[in-house]
């Protein structure tokens, strides 16, 4: 086994605006979100992980992960085996489980500055809590991560595209997910090398993806305010 390539994990801190933007639609919607990320390079591939907990004043409402093994199909191929799980649980509900297999291409600067990746892949969905049923779905994924002005500035992101499928009458539908995120890091700074806060934003984008009873609105767009912590 070789030394690793490159390592990254963070703890950030979201104040999402979104019931404040859509009472109607988002009364429930959690105020404060912490995520636990991490990225693992080794010369098999990567590990990917993000753990988001939903937090109230009085305790934590729910927690969703994503876990995810890619494989190079050789040392210098664009080419990986992609395998994920998604999943979690909150105090009303569970979300539905999930498992992904498929193919990713993935690319990235010398300095990893810059990485883009691509993902199509089979989805399968398991029965998680009264009212949910297996089903087949497929997901398209990019990805991407991106510097600036000498580091300063890191714009991030990924979007989503694949099959849901309505509560109502099982028909398919579209979902669509993205979540760019907009980082200013302090430790370019003059004498704050080793402080290693951001300052930023997350903006959740997405049709079909919130749950929403009071109307017929299917589109959403999220803001947060966020603080991040890299190690």
Not at 12 to 17: A, K
Not at 126 to 138: D, N, Q
């Given at each position: 086994m070789?030394?690793?390539?490159?390592?990254?994990?963070?703890?950030?801190?979201?104040?999402?605006?979104?019931r404040n933007l859509y009472p109607t639609e988002e009364p429930n919607r959690p105020k404060v979100t912490v995520t636990l990320e991490g990225l693992d390079i080794d010369r098999w591939g990567l590990w990917y992980y993000f753990v988001d907990i939903d937090n109230s004043r009085k305790y934590s409402e729910a927690f969703y992960t994503e876990l995810t093994r890619e494989i190079k199909l050789g040392s210098t191929s664009p080419i990986s085996v992609h395998l994920e799980y998604n999943g979690g649980t909150s105090k009303s509900m569970s979300y539905q489980q999930a498992a992904l297999l498929g193919a990713a291409w993935n690319g990235n600067t010398a300095d990893y500055s810059k990485t883009?990746?691509?993902?199509?892949l089979y989805k399968?969905?398991?029965?998680?809590?009264?009212?949910?049923?297996?089903?087949?779905?497929?997901?398209?994924?990019?990805i991407w991560g991106m510097n600036f002005l000498n580091n300063a500035i890191r714009f991030s992101g990924f979007i989503d595209f694949w099959r849901g499928e309505n509560a109502a009458n099982g028909h398919g539908k579209l979902v669509v997910l993205s979540e760019p995120q907009l980082w200013y890091n302090l430790n370019t700074i003059p004498g704050l090398k080793d402080f290693n806060l951001s300052i930023g934003t997350e903006v959740e984008i997405s049709n079909n993806f919130v749950f929403n009873e009071a109307n017929d609105k299917t589109f959403f767009i999220n803001p947060t305010l966020a603080l991040k912590w890299s190690f």
């Open positions: 070789s030394a690793m390539v490159m390592q990254a994990q963070s703890i950030q801190l979201h104040y999402d605006l979104g883009w990746g691509v993902q199509l399968h969905f398991f029965k998680s809590y009264s009212g949910t049923h297996p089903y087949a779905s497929a997901q398209l994924t990019g």
